[in-house]
């Protein structure tokens, strides 16, 4: 009776849990964000993706060894090898005499009037042609600058404009540049331009335009001359710096201007996705021609998100047919998806090439994007592209945030499709081929990465899942190797794919792998039964140069085949490269079993420190002599090589007279100590020189809290100095103090004091922010003593919802049209690894506002970093604003600014 009574019990209490388990299960599932792809719901038709090889950094590319080229080319252009680029961006020759040989103008078409020139631009023919050669369909063509015989200012470069009665002579000029291409080099060109960035003036090849008068030369000259001419070529504008059709309304504007242009083209400097709804009315193509991290490089996963991020909204918000990034292969920082060193002819890959390549590479020209839940869940933005003739697609999955989403992609109206294959870019994934994906009912559903990009395509339309090259520093799974002889493969019960090495003859290849500048450790997950070498070899797994190596020489160790973690020295090797791995038994029966290989880049080894006390020993304002003695203090964590050391002292000339350096001796003798006095190529009223003391290798090492005394005479033979003028100078008898109007060095770094500046407040020092003001809405400066560049305080700014928030000062008072100043600043970031940090000018003139970018440097949060140039005041008319302010990292992206330095240029310094 009692069991009786129990089973009664039991069976409602059991019903009742598998009905919340149901409802569970159920409210889990309807939880599940859910993307729906409508494959009858077409938006805009691509066009392609690309970027450029102007300036000679085709030629860079051209001059590398042949196999790096190779690959370069492939991982470019090849949609099997790489990421499929199908556009090539040229400059229009100009024949300017500007820059070097490494990033310089091209020849003109047209050096003079009435005379043709078809040789000079060899080596974007070069590039043109191999990139057709990989699958690139279109080439298009952009004139920064006319010849200078047709400007204003005879110039390619400072602007200046095409002059009125040349209006013509430029419409011919573009029109035998298409058809000599054509004649001459059998290259088709898709579409010209005749501006770049026509609204601001740069010390290379430029020229200003209104929109007024790009109106006026499409439609009385362009438009005619290429109709007569029969030359069938699309034509492009305005192409301005930021991203924005108002320079094309006046041309949209006019109907018969309107019809002489294809497509209206911008730039993305400002990294803003705005639409164009007058070009989408007039059916006008919409193209992104540029856009890149001006002078600084950026490798991270993060710099990958922010350009698929952009690029995902010029799709979607835009619906631009065509993006291109600024270079494909370049010297300078940060604008390029592949970073060139000339030097050792080595390169860099970073992750926006392989996140912008999870579009280029599965999106192919004339696909059409379809419509889409683009934004299903919070921080997953989706696009989705159908070829129109057949049953290919792709979905591009961006997951921006921290942790990984599980999203249910629903395929409305798809072709039958049984599978989709995922390809992932990642922290430690560069467009890998991942496992497909069952589709059933049109349905799948893919768990999406932290911070990742993934492009999902039908099983049917696989593509290759190693491109030409592969980068040494992301891991790699023993399994993944390009060849192998005498391996065993294994399963371990966690999932791993492992390789068994057992055989002195066995070896694993890895092939066509970038080390860069080099390697400092390898790591790898093994396993040893039995004692044997394991080696890295180069080039070859017999004669190969050794790489690494890991002897097991002690039987008890060798007895136990667990796991672990070994960390290998590695030789110094460069560039690409094929490695082997081997293992030599010397036991009978011993393996090597292998899970995993990971490169580790050289340690950055801690920064030295110093800080510098002063005492002027003439008090004197008016003498022929600074005579001064200085302490120098070890206040850091390591020791100092003191021959990476300076310390300046500045001060004014006043005098035409020669002056001479002197050592009056202290801790260390004359023969290692060395004194020069520097005339500033850029200065202020309380500085135009400065004496720089360095020291010789052998003057040693200052070991961390040890100091050195160093007594030093400036004298001149005529005339006296006016120390009251002199930024250095330390007028009150106190002895031996901390003085931070002496700067300190270490490895030519800033470390100490703060160097002259034409800025109020220019180090925060006074501990508030005098002279600064918010440049940005809701942004939010303080000044903090939580860290500081040099001395105590700095500038914080938080509370930033765009890039261009920061902190600003006025420069109206400062600085003089015509004249180029020198603006440095220090940046380091609170709460990410890196970003952009940049130093910016906003005028205001009768043309209206404009914002240059004076220098641009990846920055990070570990330390400071210099960002500096030169900027030349040129104004249109009246002056209404002239402010300087920081900008760069991305919303949300707190930094601190400190040592902020403006001085003018002077010319024909000399040093004495």
Same mark, same amino acid.
Request: proline share 6%.
């Given at each position: 009776?009692?069991?009786?009574?129990?089973?009664?019990?039991?069976?409602?209490?059991?019903?009742?849990?598998?009905?919340?388990?149901?409802?569970?299960?159920?409210?889990?599932?309807?939880?599940?964000?859910?993307?729906?792809?409508?494959?009858?719901?077409?938006?805009?038709?691509?066009?392609?993706?690309?970027?450029?090889?102007?300036?000679?950094?085709?030629?860079?590319?051209?001059?590398?060894?042949?196999?790096?080229?190779?690959?370069?080319?492939?991982?470019?252009?090849?949609?099997?090898?790489?990421?499929?680029?199908?556009?090539?961006?040229?400059?229009? *020759?100009?024949?300017?005499?500007?820059?070097?040989?490494?990033?310089?103008?091209?020849?003109?078409?047209?050096?003079?009037?009435?005379?043709?020139?078809?040789?000079?631009?060899?080596?974007?023919?070069?590039?043109?042609?191999?990139?057709?050669?990989?699958?690139?369909?279109?080439?298009?063509?952009?004139?920064?600058?006319?010849?200078?015989?047709?400007?204003?200012?005879?110039?390619?470069?400072?602007?200046?404009?095409?002059?009125?009665?040349?209006?013509?002579?430029?419409?011919?000029?573009?029109?035998?540049?298409?058809?000599?291409?054509?004649?001459?080099?059998? &290259?088709?060109?898709?579409?010209?331009?005749?501006?770049?960035?026509?609204?601001?003036?740069?010390?290379?090849?430029?020229?200003?335009?209104?929109?007024?008068?790009?109106?006026?030369?499409?439609?009385?000259?362009?438009?005619?001359?290429?109709?007569?001419?029969?030359?069938?070529?699309?034509?492009?504008?305005?192409?301005?710096?930021?991203?924005?059709?108002?320079?094309?309304?006046?041309?949209?504007?006019?109907?018969?201007?309107?019809?002489?242009?294809?497509?209206?083209?911008?730039?993305?400097?400002?990294?803003?996705?705005?639409?164009?709804?007058?070009?989408?009315?007039?059916?006008?193509?919409?193209?992104?021609?540029?856009?890149?991290?001006?002078?600084?490089?950026?490798?991270?996963?993060?710099?990958?998100?922010?350009?698929?991020?952009?690029?995902?909204?010029?799709?979607?918000?835009?619906?631009?047919?065509?993006?291109?990034?600024?270079?494909?292969?370049?010297?300078?920082?940060?604008?390029?998806?592949?970073?060139?060193?000339?030097?050792?002819?080595?390169?860099?890959?970073?992750?926006?090439?392989?996140?912008?390549?999870?579009?280029?590479?599965?999106?192919?020209?004339?696909?059409?994007?379809?419509?889409?839940?683009?934004?299903?869940?919070?921080?997953?933005?989706?696009?989705?592209?159908?070829?129109?003739?057949?049953?290919?697609?792709?979905?591009?999955?961006?997951?921006?945030?921290?942790?990984?989403?599980?999203?249910?992609?629903?395929?409305?109206?798809?072709?039958?499709?049984?599978?989709?294959?995922?390809?992932?870019?990642?922290?430690?994934?560069?467009?890998?081929?991942?496992?497909?994906?069952?589709?059933?009912?049109?349905?799948?559903?893919?768990?999406?990465?932290?911070?990742?990009?993934?492009?999902?395509?039908?099983?049917?339309?696989?593509?290759?899942?190693?491109?030409?090259?592969?980068?040494?520093?992301?891991?790699?799974?023993?399994?993944?190797?390009?060849?192998?002889?005498?391996?065993?493969?294994?399963?371990?019960?966690?999932?791993?794919?492992? &390789?068994?090495?057992?055989?002195?003859?066995?070896?694993?290849?890895?092939?066509?792998?970038?080390?860069?500048?080099?390697?400092?450790?390898?790591?790898?997950?093994?396993?040893?039964?039995?004692?044997?070498?394991?080696?890295?070899?180069?080039?070859?797994?017999?004669?190969?140069?050794?790489?690494?190596?890991?002897?097991?020489?002690?039987?008890?160790?060798?007895?136990?085949?667990?796991?672990?973690?070994?960390?290998?020295?590695?030789?110094?090797?460069?560039?690409?490269?094929?490695?082997?791995?081997?293992?030599?038994?010397?036991?009978?029966?011993?393996?090597?079993?292998?899970?995993?290989?990971?490169?580790?880049?050289?340690?950055?080894?801690?920064?030295?420190?110093?800080?510098?006390?002063?005492?002027?020993?003439?008090?004197?304002?008016?003498?022929?002599?600074?005579?001064?003695?200085?302490?120098?203090?070890?206040?850091?964590?390591?020791?100092?090589?003191?021959?990476?050391?300076?310390?300046?002292?500045?001060?004014?000339?006043?005098?035409?007279?020669?002056?001479?350096?002197?050592?009056?001796? *202290?801790?260390?003798?004359?023969?290692?100590?060395?004194?020069?006095?520097?005339?500033?190529?850029?200065?202020?009223?309380?500085?135009?020189?400065?004496?720089?003391?360095?020291?010789?290798?052998?003057?040693?090492?200052?070991?961390?809290?040890?100091?050195?005394?160093?007594?030093?005479?400036?004298?001149?033979?005529?005339?006296?100095?006016?120390?009251?003028?002199?930024?250095?100078?330390?007028?009150?008898?106190?002895?031996?103090?901390?003085?931070?109007?002496?700067?300190?060095?270490?490895?030519?770094?800033?470390?100490?004091?703060?160097?002259?500046?034409?800025?109020?407040?220019?180090?925060?020092?006074?501990?508030?922010?005098?002279?600064?003001?918010?440049?940005?809405?809701?942004?939010?400066?303080?000044?903090?003593?939580?860290?500081?560049?040099?001395?105590?305080?700095?500038?914080?700014?938080?509370?930033?919802?765009?890039?261009?928030?920061?902190?600003?000062?006025?420069?109206?008072?400062?600085?003089?049209?015509?004249?180029?100043?020198?603006?440095?600043?220090?940046?380091?970031?609170?709460?990410?690894?890196?970003?952009?940090?940049?130093?910016?000018?906003?005028?205001?003139?009768?043309?209206?506002?404009?914002?240059?970018?004076?220098?641009?440097?990846?920055?990070?949060?570990?330390?400071?970093?210099?960002?500096? *140039?030169?900027?030349?005041?040129?104004?249109?008319?009246?002056?209404?604003?002239?402010?300087?302010?920081?900008?760069?990292?991305?919303? *949300?992206?707190?930094?601190?600014?400190?040592?902020?330095?403006?001085?003018?240029?002077?010319?024909?310094?000399?040093?004495?």
């Amino acid at each position: 009776m009692k069991l009786r009574m129990m089973k009664k019990t039991c069976f409602p209490v059991l019903m009742f849990f598998l009905f919340m388990i149901l409802i569970l299960a159920g409210s889990s599932w309807a939880a599940l964000p859910t993307c729906t792809v409508d494959w009858q719901d077409e938006k805009q038709e691509i066009e392609g993706f690309g970027g450029s090889g102007a300036f000679h950094q085709a030629a860079n590319l051209w001059s590398y060894p042949e196999r790096d080229r190779e690959l370069i080319l492939d991982l470019l252009f090849s949609q099997e090898k790489g990421i499929g680029l199908s556009i090539v961006r040229n400059i229009i *020759g100009d024949g300017g005499d500007w820059g070097e040989e490494i990033d310089g103008p091209t020849p003109s078409i047209q050096p003079v009037e009435g005379v043709w020139n078809w040789s000079g631009d060899e080596d974007q023919i070069w590039l043109m042609r191999e990139a057709a050669r990989r699958g690139c369909t279109r080439f298009v063509s952009t004139a920064w600058s006319p010849p200078a015989w047709m400007k204003t200012n005879n110039s390619v470069i400072q602007g200046g404009e095409l002059r009125p009665d040349k209006y013509q002579a430029f419409a011919e000029y573009l029109a035998h540049y298409v058809r000599g291409y054509q004649e001459h080099h059998q &290259i088709e060109i898709y579409a010209i331009s005749p501006a770049n960035e026509p609204d601001l003036t740069t010390d290379y090849s430029s020229c200003r335009w209104t929109g007024l008068q790009l109106r006026d030369f499409i439609k009385n000259h362009l438009t005619p001359t290429l109709k007569r001419e029969g030359i069938n070529v699309k034509v492009m504008i305005p192409e301005t710096m930021n991203f924005t059709e108002s320079y094309a309304l006046a041309t949209l504007d006019d109907p018969e201007a309107c019809k002489g242009v294809d497509i209206i083209a911008a730039h993305a400097y400002d990294f803003m996705a705005l639409p164009f709804p007058v070009a989408k009315s007039h059916q006008k193509a919409i193209w992104q021609t540029e856009v890149s991290n001006i002078g600084y490089n950026d490798g991270s996963i993060d710099d990958g998100l922010k350009y698929a991020k952009l690029l995902h909204d010029h799709l979607t918000i835009t619906e631009v047919n065509a993006w291109l990034f600024w270079w494909l292969a370049a010297y300078k920082p940060g604008e390029a998806l592949i970073h060139l060193d000339p030097a050792f002819q080595t390169f860099t890959t970073f992750k926006r090439l392989y996140t912008i390549g999870n579009y280029s590479r599965f999106v192919r020209p004339g696909d059409v994007r379809l419509g889409t839940d683009s934004n299903p869940a919070p921080n997953i933005f989706v696009t989705a592209f159908k070829d129109k003739e057949s049953d290919r697609f792709a979905l591009v999955a961006i997951n921006n945030g921290e942790r990984e989403r599980t999203v249910q992609f629903v395929l409305k109206g798809f072709p039958a499709t049984k599978g989709v294959i995922p390809y992932r870019t990642s922290e430690t994934e560069d467009l890998t081929k991942l496992t497909p994906l069952p589709v059933a009912n049109g349905v799948f559903t893919a768990a999406l990465k932290a911070k990742s990009v993934t492009t999902f395509i039908p099983d049917t339309h696989e593509l290759p899942g190693v491109l030409s090259i592969r980068e040494i520093f992301s891991p790699i799974a023993a399994g993944t190797f390009s060849d192998q002889a005498g391996i065993k493969l294994e399963t371990t019960p966690a999932g791993e794919n492992i &390789i068994v090495l057992n055989d002195p003859k066995a070896y694993v290849a890895y092939q066509n792998f970038n080390f860069g500048l080099g390697t400092a450790t390898c790591e790898l997950k093994v396993a040893f039964t039995g004692r044997g070498k394991l080696e890295l070899k180069l080039h070859s797994p017999d004669l190969g140069l050794p790489l690494a190596r890991y002897s097991v020489l002690d039987e008890a160790t060798a007895s136990q085949s667990a796991w672990q973690i070994i960390s290998l020295p590695t030789e110094q090797v460069r560039g690409v490269n094929d490695f082997y791995l081997v293992f030599t038994p010397w036991d009978e029966g011993a393996a090597c079993r292998v899970a995993w290989l990971e490169f580790k880049a050289p340690a950055k080894l801690p920064s030295g420190q110093i800080k510098v006390q002063m005492e002027n020993e003439l008090e004197n304002l008016n003498t022929n002599q600074i005579k001064t003695r200085f302490t120098i203090v070890n206040n850091g964590r390591v020791p100092v090589n003191l021959a990476t050391v300076q310390v300046r002292y500045y001060y004014t000339r006043d005098t035409a007279g020669p002056q001479e350096f002197s050592y009056t001796g *202290g801790s260390l003798p004359a023969a290692v100590v060395k004194g020069r006095l520097v005339p500033m190529p850029a200065i202020t009223p309380d500085a135009d020189y400065y004496l720089e003391i360095g020291f010789t290798e052998e003057a040693g090492s200052l070991e961390p809290e040890a100091q050195i005394e160093l007594g030093v005479v400036i004298s001149c033979q005529d005339g006296v100095y006016r120390q009251e003028n002199d930024y250095s100078f330390q007028p009150n008898p106190e002895g031996m103090v901390d003085w931070p109007a002496v700067t300190g060095y270490v490895n030519e770094r800033l470390c100490w004091g703060g160097e002259p500046s034409l800025l109020v407040n220019p180090g925060f020092e006074t501990g508030t922010l005098e002279g600064w003001f918010n440049f940005g809405g809701p942004s939010k400066i303080t000044v903090t003593a939580e860290t500081a560049h040099t001395g105590t305080y700095c500038a914080l700014i938080t509370n930033r919802t765009d890039s261009w928030q920061g902190i600003a000062q006025d420069l109206s008072a400062i600085m003089k049209p015509g004249r180029t100043y020198e603006i440095n600043a220090w940046i380091k970031l609170k709460n990410k690894m890196h970003d952009a940090g940049r130093v910016s000018i906003k005028r205001t003139d009768d043309r209206g506002d404009n914002y240059t970018w004076v220098g641009s440097e990846t920055v990070n949060d570990e330390e400071w970093t210099l960002v500096s *140039g030169q900027y030349e005041l040129q104004v249109d008319g009246i002056l209404k604003t002239l402010e300087l302010y920081t900008e760069g990292p991305g919303s *949300g992206v707190e930094y601190y600014v400190d040592n902020v330095v403006i001085r003018e240029v002077r010319a024909n310094a000399e040093d004495e």
